[in-house]
């Protein structure tokens, strides 16, 4: 019987904790979760904001009630983690009722990421808020019903200030965006960005952009964010600048870091002690495309790495290859998705990119119902591989981009993206299938 032990109990450790329980029921698998939530869908919560999932308790997938008495897991809520002692294998934890210690012999890091706030002091402020967890979440409803605030902003150009900014408006706000580049998060190519900044602005959103927010302070009657040019008054203000992996309770320890700080893992999912696993947003991953380490704090990556390290901590063998940046999101009825490389990381990886883009229909042209679907492919040049594209158009539309993540997960070129035999009838997609017209085109681009 082996004592394992996993610190956080949401995606990554929850399904490790799961696992190892399945594998070895014998075993001691004891969760260590600060809050007193555990398998929360966070990715839903801008949709609670929103209204469209209006239950609390639809986002809690696991009670911690089940998790003891249906998986025997040994969870323990506020218990946080603030310290690691990886050679002597004991932990220092802090919990309502004092300082305790606990030894392991297995160790699972799951504990996610934390807001960036680009040296915003905003954490004694009532009116301005991040969104990482639950209780973030309560935060913002509590002050929306109990403020029926007007006006707010939200400082960021990722996806989560693009769901977060339909959720306001969703509730009737009248809502900003600020953001310090003239296009979104970089993450998403230039065309793609235009498509949704000009949806931003069909459906009323204000937009502050090449703004750099030099401060953000509340004050009586709101919220004041000063930019290099204006001072700009709103009842709140959400920050979505990005998260960064929560570990800096492991700074001081010999646990190898590595981009923004994330765990260095093997394909394993072993961190430099062969006993030590991360998964999760707390932990680095590989790019399938370059080979080299990289960081993208999502649920699938979460999920898969929780499952393997879990079946690894019972002595499996089993690898998680890698990630691709594969995402998607929507911002009202624009679906908006990525996979892979944009231009300049492509070029910065040493492959020589070509970036092309075209608009195809959802249906075939006679068929009722048709609407864009806008591509941007980047291929190499010579051997036509395809690193990286990204969609923005209907909502199932884009979904498509799953076609193009497997592509690109297994090294395809563009002739192979036109020779592949994928779907095609009058009310599904045009004849040629806006996958297999991307390879046509690619073959003219870069071979
Ligand atoms: C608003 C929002 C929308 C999102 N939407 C999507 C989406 O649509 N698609 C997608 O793929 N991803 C999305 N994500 C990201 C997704 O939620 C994360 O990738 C996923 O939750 C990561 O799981 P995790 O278990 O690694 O970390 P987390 O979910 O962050 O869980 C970490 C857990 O560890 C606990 N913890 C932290 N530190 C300690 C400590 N020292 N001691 C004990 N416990 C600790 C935390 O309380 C938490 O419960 C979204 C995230 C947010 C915030």
Same mark, same amino acid.
């Given at each position: 019987?082996?004592?394992?032990?996993?610190?956080?109990?949401?995606?990554?450790?929850?399904?490790?904790?799961?696992?190892?329980?399945?594998?070895?029921?014998?075993?001691?698998?004891?969760?260590?979760?600060?809050?007193?939530?555990?398998?929360?869908?966070?990715?839903?919560?801008?949709?609670?904001?929103?209204? #469209?999932?209006?239950?609390?308790?639809?986002? =809690?997938?696991?009670?911690?009630?089940?998790?003891?008495? *249906?998986?025997?897991?040994?969870?323990?809520?506020?218990?946080?983690?603030?310290?690691?002692?990886? $050679?002597?294998?004991?932990?220092?934890?802090?919990?309502? @009722?004092?300082?305790?210690?606990?030894?392991?012999?297995?160790?699972? /890091?799951?504990?996610?990421?934390?807001?960036?706030?680009?040296?915003?002091?905003?954490?004694?402020?009532?009116?301005?808020? #991040?969104?990482?967890? &639950?209780?973030?979440?309560?935060?913002?409803?509590?002050?929306?019903?109990?403020?029926?605030?007007?006006?707010?902003?939200?400082?960021?150009?990722?996806?989560?200030?693009?769901?977060? !900014?339909?959720?306001?408006?969703?509730?009737?706000?009248?809502?900003?965006?600020?953001?310090?580049?003239?296009? &979104?998060?970089?993450?998403?190519?230039?065309?793609?960005?235009?498509?949704?900044?000009?949806?931003?602005?069909?459906?009323?959103?204000?937009?502050?952009?090449?703004?750099?927010?030099?401060?953000? *302070?509340?004050?009586?009657?709101?919220?004041?964010? @000063?930019?290099?040019?204006?001072? =700009? =008054?709103?009842?709140?203000?959400? $920050?979505?600048? %990005?998260?960064?992996?929560?570990?800096?309770?492991?700074?001081?320890?010999?646990?190898? !870091?590595?981009?923004?700080?994330?765990?260095? $893992?093997?394909?394993? !999912?072993?961190?430099?002690?062969?006993?030590?696993?991360?998964?999760?947003?707390?932990? *680095?991953?590989?790019?399938?495309? #370059?080979?080299?380490?990289?960081? +993208?704090?999502?649920?699938?990556?979460?999920?898969?790495?929780?499952?393997?390290? %879990?079946?690894?901590?019972?002595?499996?063998?089993?690898?998680?290859?890698?990630?691709?940046?594969?995402?998607?999101?929507?911002?009202?009825?624009?679906?908006?998705?990525?996979?892979?490389?944009? &231009?300049?990381?492509?070029?910065?990886?040493?492959?020589?990119?070509?970036?092309?883009?075209?608009?195809?229909?959802?249906? +075939?042209?006679?068929?009722?119902?048709?609407?864009? &679907?806008?591509?941007?492919?980047?291929?190499?040049? %010579?051997?036509?591989?395809?690193?990286?594209?990204?969609?923005?158009?209907?909502?199932?539309?884009?979904? @498509?981009?799953?076609?193009?993540?497997?592509?690109?997960?297994?090294?395809?070129?563009?002739?192979?993206?036109?020779?592949?035999?994928?779907?095609?009838?009058?009310?599904?997609?045009?004849?040629?299938?806006? +996958? $297999?017209?991307?390879?046509? /085109?690619?073959?003219?681009?870069?071979?």
């Amino acid at each position: 019987m082996s004592k394992v032990v996993i610190v956080g109990g949401n995606a990554a450790g929850m399904t490790a904790a799961s696992q190892i329980k399945r594998q070895k029921p014998e075993w001691e698998a004891i969760v260590l979760e600060k809050g007193e939530y555990i398998s929360f869908a966070g990715c839903g919560m801008p949709y609670h904001i929103a209204g #469209t999932v209006p239950r609390f308790e639809d986002l =809690l997938e696991l009670s911690p009630e089940k998790a003891v008495r *249906e998986r025997k897991i040994d969870l323990r809520l506020d218990h946080e983690v603030i310290s690691v002692d990886p $050679v002597q294998k004991e932990l220092h934890i802090r919990s309502s @009722t004092g300082e305790i210690k606990e030894t392991f012999e297995y160790l699972l /890091l799951a504990t996610g990421t934390l807001p960036i706030t680009e040296g915003l002091n905003i954490f004694s402020s009532k009116k301005v808020f #991040t969104i990482r967890n &639950l209780y973030d979440m309560q935060k913002i409803n509590a002050f929306l019903e109990k403020n029926k605030p007007r006006k707010c902003a939200v400082i960021g150009g990722g996806y989560i200030a693009v769901e977060m !900014l339909e959720a306001f408006q969703e509730r009737g706000l009248e809502t900003h965006l600020i953001h310090r580049r003239k296009d &979104l998060a970089k993450t998403f190519d230039q065309k793609i960005s235009d498509l949704i900044k000009d949806k931003m602005q069909q459906k009323g959103i204000v937009l502050n952009l090449n703004s750099s927010v030099k401060k953000v *302070e509340e004050v009586n009657s709101g919220v004041v964010v @000063t930019t290099e040019t204006d001072e =700009l =008054l709103y009842d709140f203000v959400l $920050v979505a600048t %990005g998260v960064k992996p929560n570990t800096d309770f492991l700074k001081n320890t010999s646990i190898e !870091l590595g981009i923004k700080g994330a765990v260095k $893992v093997n394909r394993y !999912l072993q961190t430099n002690f062969d006993y030590i696993y991360a998964a999760g947003d707390c932990a *680095e991953g590989t790019n399938l495309i #370059t080979g080299k380490p990289t960081y +993208v704090p999502l649920a699938p990556k979460a999920n898969k790495e929780g499952f393997i390290s %879990g079946l690894n901590i019972c002595g499996n063998r089993e690898q998680f290859p890698g990630i691709i940046g594969t995402a998607i999101t929507k911002f009202f009825d624009l679906g908006i998705a990525r996979t892979g490389l944009i &231009l300049e990381d492509a070029r910065e990886s040493g492959f020589d990119p070509v970036r092309y883009e075209f608009t195809s229909g959802t249906k +075939v042209r006679y068929y009722p119902g048709t609407e864009d &679907l806008y591509s941007v492919l980047i291929v190499n040049r %010579g051997d036509g591989r395809i690193l990286g594209a990204q969609l923005a158009g209907p909502l199932e539309a884009v979904k @498509t981009i799953d076609t193009y993540a497997a592509l690109i997960s297994y090294e395809k070129t563009v002739k192979d993206a036109f020779t592949m035999d994928l779907s095609y009838a009058p009310p599904f997609w045009p004849v040629l299938h806006p +996958v $297999v017209l991307a390879g046509r /085109l690619g073959q003219k681009y870069a071979l």
